[in-house]
Structures are given as C-alpha cells and as structure tokens.
C-alpha cells in the first residue's frame, strides 16, 4: 500500500538500505518498518553538492516551508526561503522533511501499518527526537546527498538539528538552533504533559483508537489552546488585545466567549484541530519532553562538545516563556567551553516563543547575515 | 433551611438590613435573597472598635486563614496571623470572609436556592468582585463594625480590597494589595478562560446540573493543573524538579507520568478537586476576568483616585507570571499620581504568583513592618 498523502510539491522518501526494508532501528530499540518521508525541496542541488540546507520543523507544520511552482500556497516561512531570501534558494538547495511521526505524508501513528493493514495508534514505537533526524539523514541518502552545508530548525525542529549535528557530526558543515534547547523544563515539560493529558481526556479519543471522522477533536482543541498560550507572550497580548470585547450577543450563554482574546483562541484552535492527528501530536510532544542533549555524552556540555561544526549560530527571544532565553544561553555558553566557534543572538522580538513565524524583521536579518558570511 | 457547613470556629453571618431579608442587590443589577456569609476572627475587638482587620482570600481558600483555639488545623496563611505574628492578634481583631459565591460556608451556586429548594447551579446570577466586597461589608455591619483599620487581601483577595475601598471609601483607614491587579491582562484572562473551558468540556459538568456525587472531577483536575502552573514559575521548577524522574514503573502505560513535575502536579490537583465546587470555580474565575477599576471612574487612575486611604502597600512579586509586576506597579503608580500615600514592595521570591502563601520570609517582613509602623 502506498503513502495515502498527495499535495502537489511533496515527495515522498521510502528510506534505502538499513533504513529501510530491514527496518528503521529507533534510538529506543524498536524497529519500524517501510518508513516513508515526506519533504519538498526549494532551488538546485549544485553540481558539488555543497549547497544543501537541512530544514526540521516545529511539533505542527508540514514540510511545505515555502511555497513553489508546484505549490503556489504560502508556507509557514514563506519570507524566510525563496530567491534573494534570507535563505536564497538561487544559491542553495532547501529541503524541508516532514518529521517522522508527523501526519504530513510521514510514516506516523497515523499511518497504516503494512503488517496488520491497520492504523498503528498507540502501537507506533515509542518515538524520539532522535528518529526524526535519522529520518531526515536518511532522506538525503536517498537523494545521494552525504554532506550538508546548514542544519537549521526553529522549536522541535531545533532540538532535531541538534540531535543532527551530534548523530551525523561529520555530516554537516553548520548548525543554526532557533529558539530550541538542550532539554525541556519542569515548566514546559508540564505544559506538554497537560496537553496530552487534554487529549487523552477527551472520551473521543478511546485510547487512541478513534476513528478519523469522530476523532478527539475538542480535546485536541483544548490542547491547541494552551500551546497558542504558551507560544505566545503576554504583553504582546495586551497591546494587541487588551480588554476588548466581542461584539454583545444576547443568546450568549454563561460562560460564552466575551473577550477578543477568548475568541482569537477559538478561532485559531479550530483551525488547527481539523489538521493535525491527535497520537500523532501526543507521540512528537513526548518525543521533544524526553530529548536531552546529555544522552549524548553525559552533561550538556559534552554533548555540545562533540558537534563538529565550523560555525553554529544559536537564537533566542527575551519573551519565549516555552524554550527560555536562558535555555539558549546555555546552548551558546556549552559551545564556547567547547572552543566551538558560535554566534548567538538575542532578539527583542515580543511575540514569545512563535517569534521565528511572524517577527520578519528581526529573524531575516540574523539568518541573512548567517549565510551572507 | 439553615447553612449545612458547619466546621469549628466557623461563624455564618446572615446579612441584615438592606443585605438581606429584602434581598442583596448585586453589581450587575439581580437580586440574591437570604445570603449568609462565613467567617472566622482572630484576637479581640477593641472597645473602640478600631482595630479591625479585614482579610479577603483568594479564589480557593476558605475563611480558615488560621488556626484557633475551635480549629488547630493550620490555616492557608497560617505563618501570617496570631499573637507576635506579622498581624499580630495581640494588637489586632482579624476576621476573614470566605468570599460570597465560594462553597466554604457562604451563599454561593453550591447552596439551596430557598424560593426552589434546589441547588443554585447556573441560576446563581453574575457574580462580581464588588458582590464579594459588599458580602464583606455587610458582614462587618452584622457585627457593629462601622470602620476597619486594615482591608487586606492577596491575589483575588487583593482585587476584592481594592472594591472594598472603592464602594466603602470612608470605612477603611488603610489597605493592603498583594499580588493583585487593577483588572486582569488578557494572557490572565486566557489562563482563566482555558480553566472554565475545562471544566465544561467534562461530560460530568451536566452543563452546571451535575450531581454532588458525580461531579466533573477530571475537569476540575485538569483546570487545577492549569492554575498551578500558572501560580507557580519556571526558575523555582527548575531548581525543585528540574528533570528529576519518578521511579520505574513497568505496568505503566503510554504517557503515562515520567517526571517528577507531572507527579507533584497530579498529586496537588488531585487534593483540590474533592474540596471545591465546580460552579463556585466557574463563577469566581469569570468574576475576576470582569474586574476592573476603571469601572469607578472611567480609568483606573481616575478609580484609584477615589480612594481615600490614609496608608496603601501595594505588594508585588517579580516571578509571578499570573499577575505580573508591571501590574503592582500600575496600581502604585495610579496612588503617587493621585497624591496619596503608598509604598511598593517589590519582592524577588521565586515562587511566582503563590509566594504570598509560602514565602513566609519576605512577606512576613513586609507585613510586618506595614502594621508596626
């Protein structure tokens, strides 16, 4: 049975060799079987092959990252990719991967497992941060590409690049981590553990054995709400919302929606819920609470310390209430110990944590002078 | 039908006069017949009367600030009120009202409706931070207590003083805010949104008509990790918990809990549940969104100057993310530009929102110097 997923634009990698059809060994032991990646890819893969970068991705987007000839939609970092962008795809090759267990046209639990003809559920493999940059490596060995000039991702997709870089170090060339960490909090850990909780609460969930029409769609809006919180920065809210209400409506019942605020949530949730797979979000969520750069060496910095790149920029921002700018600092702070060559960029961007998708201003400029250098 | 709570040391007032056999008249315009109030005291009643200190909870608390003689159980604030303490009971006649529409003894959605003979439920009309205020004044009147020497309050507390001063402007000598707002930020108000909406996603919830037996426990638990999240801050998890796990446990099932985090929340949440009512939370949280100084004057500036307080101590704390500092120090800066005296306190403990429950160190210093001066 092939990959049910079909958007102009996507191609679908079925992993080779030891990734493949002997089975995809996960970091926590398990073996999947006929692992298919989803990714597009933007610009030329030179003739060297010295000009590809590496895109992972944040817990929800797709691999659509920017639009193209196939795919004329915007993607979610439209004004980051593209020709004379700051990642300019006349000059380097951009392929962005689905992450593996991601319901974009990757292998995930919402996926048909070949060997019971079944969705796999709650029987997908316990999934690591650490299986999504294998599967995004094992993409560019199928494209016959062994060395890649940038590894970036922004979120989940920074704790990847890191996993990357640390996996593959001879691999990869440079490293950009954008608002990402070495590990999760207490804080953050226990705004994902609620997240699931919400979805796993919900009875339409019915242990992650729901049927796609009547899938756990209140609990996973309920989950959506508290990430666009948790992404977001209060004071942004309040020059953007303040206290303003919601046109009145007398059939408003108690506890109806009265505040802009309120109905942003709404809105925004409902958008996002009909989208995404529920196990698929609760398998990625667990994936980022669990990576530790210090599985890979003991402490943070000795991890850090085995990446072998030339040149690592790390950026972060001062109202990021879900990866701390502390957390960045100490990414940065673990490279120079290292004597690794960093850059590190502290920006004033107020939107929190989903600064990278909306402050152009600021996030163009540092990625620009990144690959101008 | 008399109240059914009886704990020691707990006394009920049943409001007089225009409070209450001819009905209480709340903020929002309804009637709310036969309202009792719950309260507790501490110390003695001076002859003169003047040595009354009024003390306003937060949203969960009940009127068991302290321990006493009829109840040794420690109390919510218990490091804070007795004989030397920083109220000190020596000096001082304490009393604290458990808020009007909370479940701790006072009239509230949990109490029978007497002109029906069933539980409030939803029927319970729109409850305001001024209705609580008044519950409080018109208990005070019960006792013969015309003029207080302290209103006190934190977080909730804190806004319900704050009514007090502005509906009683000539009852009050001082006033102490804690950790409180003017009105609440739309982030607050989102937090706040979320909870309710967790609670009315439970199919238990019955849309408000839930049997005391089977009430919406899982909402109440999930929205009570949301509050302790949000009462709390990320630095102090970090050193507590950081990424300490809980011990192996191999029955356990996928995402289960891992971490110590998810432990201490599911602990927590789980002794609140069985103690508060569903609607009670319901009607207060929303109370608390509504809010706003500015309704008694047109800005909040122009409210706080209609205060006439002899002494104000506004109390902040730079960890709380709930109600921020920026928040204490609007208050502060609405009572200098009103020319009235006040002083700001703002603290670095690191329990964010709930350090007023437990860093007895740096409030029991501020409170105490506030009432020896």
Redesign the interface.
């Known amino acids: 049975m092939s990959n049910e997923f079909h958007v102009k634009g996507v191609n679908i990698a079925k992993l080779p060799s030891d990734y493949g059809s002997t089975g995809f060994k996960m970091f926590k032991g398990s073996t999947l079987n006929d692992v298919e990646i989803a990714y597009e890819t933007w610009g030329e893969l030179s003739i060297n092959k010295d000009n590809v970068v590496l895109l992972f991705t944040g817990l929800s987007p797709s691999s659509h990252a920017a639009s193209s000839e196939l795919n004329q939609e915007k993607g979610w970092w439209e004004y980051m990719i593209g020709p004379d962008k700051p990642i300019n795809t006349n000059k380097y090759f951009v392929i962005c991967v689905n992450s593996l267990g991601s319901c974009f046209g990757s292998t995930s639990p919402a996926s048909i497992d070949k060997s019971t003809d079944k969705i796999y559920g709650?029987s997908f493999p316990?999934l690591s941060i650490e299986d999504i940059a294998k599967a995004g490596h094992g993409t560019l060995q199928m494209l016959g590409i062994d060395h890649v000039h940038t590894v970036i991702g922004p979120s989940m997709g920074g704790m990847t690049a890191l996993a990357y870089a640390l996996m593959y170090p001879k691999s990869l060339t440079n490293l950009i981590v954008i608002s990402a960490a070495a590990?999760?909090?207490?804080?953050?850990?226990?705004?994902r553990?609620?997240q699931?909780?919400?979805i796993?609460?919900?009875?339409m969930w019915k242990n992650?054995d729901y049927d796609k029409k009547t899938s756990p769609l209140?609990g996973m809006k309920?989950a959506r709400?508290?990430g666009l919180?948790s992404y977001?920065?209060?004071n942004e809210?309040?020059e953007?919302?303040?206290?303003a209400r919601i046109p009145k409506n007398e059939t408003k019942k108690?506890?109806d929606?009265?505040?802009?605020?309120?109905n942003y949530?709404n809105h925004n949730s409902e958008k996002f819920v009909s989208m995404f797979d529920p196990n698929c979000y609760?398998y990625l969520s667990?994936a980022m609470?669990?990576f530790?750069v210090a599985e890979h060496g003991g402490t943070v910095n000795a991890g850090l310390a085995k990446i072998h790149t030339k040149r690592n920029l790390i950026v972060g921002v001062k109202s990021d209430?879900l990866f701390?700018i502390d957390q960045q600092t100490e990414l940065a702070e673990g490279f120079k110990k290292a004597k690794k060559n960093v850059k590190f960029e502290k920006l004033d961007s107020i939107q929190g944590h989903d600064s990278f998708l909306v402050d152009e201003h600021n996030f163009s400029k540092v990625i620009y002078d990144f690959f101008i250098d």
Not at 183 to 191: C, D, E, G, N, Y
Not at 240 to 243: A, E, I, L
Not at 257 to 262: A, L, R, Y
Request: aromatic content about 10%; charged content about 35%; cysteine-free.
């Open positions: 709650l316990e590990r999760a909090l207490p804080f953050t850990i226990s705004i553990s609620l699931r909780e919400l796993r609460s919900d009875p992650g209140n309920l709400k508290l919180m977001r920065a209060a809210w309040r953007r919302f303040n206290r108690m506890f929606i009265e505040f802009e605020v309120e949530l609760l667990r609470d669990l530790d209430i701390p």
